[in-house]
């Protein structure tokens, strides 16, 4: 019995330094996978920052996680 491949889920996701009206929705095997392909199409990086804060909420289940992505590293961390 063949059995269906497992849904990619559907995000939307903004980053804190812009208006959440700017979102995107994306679909992306996890969390952190959406905030990086957000992050990596992004055309409004602040000036000389470091960093971004984005916000990736899950469009089925409605859970929400925020994240710190560091931009020259790469490196990404929960975000309280």
Known sequence: MLTAPPKT????????????????????PTFEAAAVAYIEDLHELPGDAEEINVVVRDLETGHEHSFRVYLESGKI????
């Open 9 to 28: 889920p559907t995000f939307r996701v903004h980053a804190r330094h812009v208006d959440a009206h700017h979102a995107r929705t994306l679909q992306a």
């Open 77 to 80: 961390l929960p975000s309280l």
